[in-house]
C-alpha cells in the first residue's frame, strides 16, 4: 500500500489501479496536480461517472482517513462544522452557580471554548490526524444552496475555519479535498477559481471494458463484452438519463446474478430497469429498438473476433 | 512538432502560457492572473514532456464549465500545434495583419478567431454559452427569419405602458419554507445558541429563544415564444420578464421559435433598453416559426436538471400553435410537467371567446398545465401577478 503521495503522473495512475480505480491519464494528471499544488479537485459530471469512488479509493490507498460532507438543501454550519454542546454548557453553568461562582464574564469564556465544541466533517477534516492529512469529500455541493457555497470559500482557499467565539482554527497540514457536483445548478465561479476542475466523462468502450473486469472479476467475458458494448450503444440514442457506470456494472451484475452468459432479448428486457432510471427511457428502448440495438452489438462483436483471430 | 514546443526552456514555457491564456480570455473564458501563475507552477510540477498532459494540465486551471471544453480545445489545437500562432497573435495587435489572420483561420470557430483577430482583449467570462449556440444557428433550417428586431421602433404608448407593468408587477409568488432557521419571537423549535447565550446574561434563569423555519421564493423558470405568430405580445413579455428578473434572485429566462436561447444573463441589466439590445443581438430566430416540442426537448435535455432543482414553477409563454406538428410535444410537456413544482402557461389567444384547443400544439400541451391563462393585455398581466401569488404551494405529490 502506497502512503506517501505520488510523484508522477503514472504513479497516480497507478495509485489509482491498485484501489480499482480505472482512470484516464486526464484524471490522473488532475488529481496529481491538485495533490502536488495542496488544491481542491473539483469533479463535475453526469450521475454515476465514479466521482465520488475517486475519493474512496484515494482515502483507502494512500490510507488516509476519508472524511465525507454529504450536501443537501439547507445543510447549515451547525451539521456540516461545528456545533456547540449544548447539554454540557448548560451543565456548566448550573455547577459554577451552584458552586456560587457566579462571575459571567469568566463563565462565558469558559462555556464557549474548544472544549464544549462538537466537530462536524469540515472541522474534522482540519484536525491532525496521525496517518496524514484526512482525504475531505464534499459530495455533490450543487444540492446545496448558495449560502453554504460561499461559507466554503474560506476553508478552500486558507483552510481555516472561523468561529467567533473562539477564533480562527486553521488546518495543520491542508487536507486532500474532492468535490462532486452532479451540476443540478452551476456552482459560482469564485468557488471554482479555488479548485482544479475536470469534467469525468463516459469511459470509451475500452475503458469500460477493463472498469467491468476490475469490478466484477467474475464474469463471463463475453458478457462482459456485450453489456459494454450494449451500453456505449445506449449512450449514442437520445435518452432522458443515459446509463453511467455504476449502472454498467448493475446491470452485468444483475445479469450474472440470473446466470446468463450472453445478452438476448429477453434478458434485456428484464432487466432493462438496471440500466435506464426513467420510465420514459424504458418504454422507449424496450422490446424493438433493444432487439435491434443487441443485433448491432452481435455484428460487432463478431467483426472484431475476425479482425483480432 | 509539439515536443519542439514544449521542449523550449522554462522561460519560454511561462510566456507561452502567458499569450495562450490571454487568447483563452479573448475567446470569453474567465482566466484571471492568479490562474495563469497556477498553470505556470502546475506546468513545472509535471514537468515538460508529452503534450496530453500538457493539455489536461492547463485544461484543470483554465476551464470552469463543460461548455467551455470545445473553445479550450480548437484554442489549444491551435496554439501548441502551431509555433507560429504566437507571432500571429501579436501580428493581430496590428490591425493590417489582422484581416490575414482571420482569412486562414476560417476553419476555427468564430469566437477563437475573433479572439485571434480583434485587438481588444475583452474579460468576458459570462458570454460562452449563448455564443456557442450563435454558430449553431447556420445549420438551420430556411424556415427561420433571421432577422434583427429593432427594439427602438417601441412607440412612446407602448413603452409607457412597458413601465407600468414594471411599476406593477411585483410578482408575489408564495414563499415556501426553507430547511434553514431564523430566530423568531415565538415558534416551535429552540435556539440553543441564542438561549445558552442568553443565560449567561440573566441572573439566574434560562430565557427560552426560538427559531423558526425561513421561507424563500422557489426559482422561476420562464418559457417565452417569441414566434411570428406571438410578435405582437412577445415584446410586452420581454419587459415582463426584465422586471421579474430584476425584482427576485433565481429567475431563469429562455425564449424560443426555432431554438432554445437562455437569455437570463441578457435580462441581468438594469437598464430595459441595454438587456433587450442584448438580447436582439443574442437571439436569432425572432419571428420565426415555432418548434415547441424541439424546444421543449432541448430544454428537459439541456436545461431542466440545471434550473429546475430546488422547486422551481416553470412559466410557458406561448399561443401553442407548434408548425411542426410534433408528436414528441406531448411527451415532452409531461417530462417537463414532471419535474417541475408548477406549471403555468400563459395563453395570449385564450382571450377570443370563441378559442377552443383545435390546433394540435395546444391539444398535446394543455393536459400537461397546472394552470392555463389568458395575458393579452396588461390587466390580464397583473390578474397574472394575483394567480402566481397562490402557486407557491404545490400539487399533492409535492406537499410537505
Same mark, same amino acid.
Given at each position: ?85 449544548? *447539554? ?29 465544541? $462538537? ?42 475555519? *472561523? ?94 446474478? /440470473? ?12 432487466? /432493462? ?8 427511457? $424504458? ?9 435491434? /440495438? ?16 | 512538432? &509539439? ?37 505556470? &507552477? !502546475?506546468?513545472?510540477?509535471? !514537468? ?6 500538457? %493539455? ?27 509555433? #507560429? ?31 485571434i483577430g480583434s485587438p481588444e482583449v475583452d474579460f ?34 407602448? @413603452? ?9 408587477? +411585483? @410578482? ?7 430547511? +434553514? ?6 415558534? &416551535?423549535?429552540?435556539?440553543m445558541r441564542a438561549t445558552l447565550r442568553a443565560a ?16 424563500? #421564493?422557489?426559482?422561476?423558470?420562464? @418559457? ?8 405582437? %405580445? ?17 429567475? #431563469? ?15 441581468? %441589466? ?53 408548425r411542426e406538428a410534433t408528436e414528441g410535444l406531448s ?18 389567444? @385564450? +382571450? ?23 395575458? #393579452? ?14 402557486? !407557491? ?8
Amino acid at each position: 500500500m502506497t502512503l506517501s503521495l505520488p510523484e508522477s503522473i503514472e504513479d497516480t495512475l497507478v495509485l489509482l489501479n491498485q484501489g480499482d480505480y480505472i482512470a484516464d491519464r486526464s484524471l490522473a494528471t488532475t488529481l496529481f496536480l491538485a495533490l502536488k499544488m495542496g488544491r481542491p479537485l473539483f469533479l463535475e459530471g453526469e450521475a454515476g461517472v465514479g466521482k465520488t469512488e475517486i475519493a474512496k479509493v484515494l482515502s483507502h490507498s494512500l490510507g488516509r482517513k476519508l472524511v465525507r460532507l454529504q450536501c443537501y438543501e439547507g445543510l447549515d454550519i451547525s451539521s456540516a462544522v461545528y456545533e456547540w454542546n449544548y *447539554s454540557r454548557q448548560m451543565i456548566e453553568i448550573r455547577l459554577a452557580e451552584a458552586a456560587g461562582n457566579i462571575d459571567r464574564d469568566n463563565l462565558s469564556t469558559d462555556v464557549f471554548s474548544e472544549e464544549f465544541l $462538537i466537530e462536524r466533517p469540515l472541522l474534522q477534516a482540519l484536525r491532525k490526524d496521525d496517518a496524514g492529512p484526512p482525504v475531505l469529500l464534499i459530495d455533490e455541493l450543487d444540492r446545496t444552496d448558495e449560502p453554504f457555497e460561499a461559507y466554503l470559500l474560506e476553508i478552500l482557499s486558507d483552510y481555516q475555519i *472561523s468561529i467567533p467565539e473562539v477564533g480562527t482554527i486553521k488546518a495543520a497540514q491542508s487536507p486532500i479535498v474532492i468535490i462532486t457536483s452532479n451540476r443540478t445548478r452551476e456552482i459560482h465561479d469564485a468557488l471554482k477559481r479555488r479548485c482544479l476542475y475536470h469534467w469525468v466523462d463516459y469511459p470509451n468502450a475500452e475503458r469500460e471494458l477493463e472498469i467491468v473486469a476490475a469490478k466484477l472479476p467474475d464474469i463471463n467475458k463475453r458478457l462482459s463484452e456485450q453489456v459494454v458494448a450494449f451500453v456505449q450503444g445506449l449512450r449514442e440514442k437520445d435518452l432522458f438519463k443515459l446509463p453511467g457506470i455504476a449502472e454498467t456494472l448493475d446491470w452485468a451484475d444483475a445479469l450474472t446474478q /440470473l446466470d446468463q452468459v450472453a445478452l438476448d432479448s429477453d434478458a434485456i428486457d428484464n432487466t /432493462l430497469g438496471a440500466l435506464l432510471k426513467y420510465q420514459d427511457d $424504458i418504454a422507449r428502448i424496450r422490446g424493438s429498438e433493444a432487439a435491434k /440495438l443487441l443485433d448491432q452489438v452481435k455484428a460487432q462483436l463478431s467483426d472484431l473476433n475476425v479482425a483480432s483471430g | 512538432m &509539439s515536443e519542439s514546443d514544449t521542449s523550449a526552456p522554462e522561460g519560454r514555457i511561462a510566456e507561452n502560457i502567458m499569450y495562450f491564456a490571454r487568447l483563452l480570455r479573448a475567446a470569453g473564458l474567465a482566466v484571471g492572473p492568479g490562474k495563469v501563475l497556477d498553470a505556470i &507552477s !502546475g506546468v513545472k510540477i509535471i !514537468g515538460i514532456g508529452a503534450q496530453e498532459d500538457l %493539455y489536461w494540465c492547463l485544461f484543470s486551471q483554465f476551464v470552469n464549465r463543460v461548455d467551455q471544453r470545445d473553445i479550450f480545445d480548437q484554442a489549444f489545437q491551435l496554439f501548441w500545434r502551431n509555433p #507560429h500562432i504566437m507571432e500571429k497573435m501579436m501580428g493581430a495587435m496590428l490591425p493590417t495583419i489582422k484581416v490575414e489572420a482571420e482569412a486562414e483561420l476560417e476553419q476555427m470557430s468564430r469566437r477563437l478567431a475573433e479572439a485571434i483577430g480583434s485587438p481588444e482583449v475583452d474579460f468576458k467570462p459570462e458570454s460562452a454559452p449563448e455564443k456557442i449556440e450563435f454558430d449553431a444557428s447556420f445549420t438551420y433550417s430556411s424556415q427561420e427569419v433571421l432577422q434583427e428586431t429593432d427594439f427602438e421602433a417601441m412607440s412612446v404608448e407602448e @413603452l409607457a405602458e412597458a413601465k407600468r407593468i414594471i411599476a406593477r408587477l +411585483r @410578482l408575489p409568488i408564495m414563499d415556501v419554507p426553507t430547511r +434553514r432557521f431564523q430566530r423568531a419571537g415565538h415558534g &416551535s423549535s429552540v435556539d440553543m445558541r441564542a438561549t445558552l447565550r442568553a443565560a449567561l446574561r440573566a441572573a439566574d434563569s434560562i430565557p427560552l429563544k426560538f427559531k423558526k423555519p425561513k421561507r424563500r #421564493h422557489p426559482p422561476l423558470v420562464i @418559457l417565452c415564444d417569441i414566434s411570428g405568430s406571438m410578435s405582437r %405580445y412577445s415584446r410586452m413579455f420581454l419587459h415582463f420578464m426584465h422586471a421579474i428578473t430584476n425584482d427576485r434572485d433565481r429567475v #431563469h429566462a429562455f425564449v424560443f421559435a426555432t431554438r432554445l436561447t437562455n437569455i437570463t444573463r441578457h435580462l441581468g %441589466y438594469r437598464d430595459v433598453d441595454v438587456a433587450l439590445d442584448n438580447i436582439a443581438g443574442a437571439v436569432n430566430d425572432w419571428s420565426g416559426g415555432t418548434r415547441i416540442g424541439s424546444c421543449l426537448k432541448d430544454f428537459n435535455n439541456n436545461w431542466s436538471r440545471r434550473v429546475l432543482g430546488q422547486g422551481a414553477i416553470t412559466l410557458i409563454l406561448s399561443d401553442g400553435l407548434d408548425r411542426e406538428a410534433t408528436e414528441g410535444l406531448s411527451w415532452q410537456m409531461e417530462r417537463l410537467t414532471k419535474s417541475t413544482r408548477r406549471l403555468i402557461w400563459i395563453n395570449p389567444l @385564450l +382571450r377570443y371567446d370563441g378559442f377552443e384547443a383545435k390546433a394540435s400544439g395546444i391539444r398535446a400541451m394543455l393536459p400537461h398545465v397546472d394552470d392555463f391563462r389568458s395575458s #393579452h393585455n396588461l390587466n390580464s398581466l397583473a390578474e397574472l401577478a394575483i394567480v402566481l401569488g397562490h402557486s !407557491g404551494g404545490s400539487r399533492s405529490a409535492f406537499a410537505h
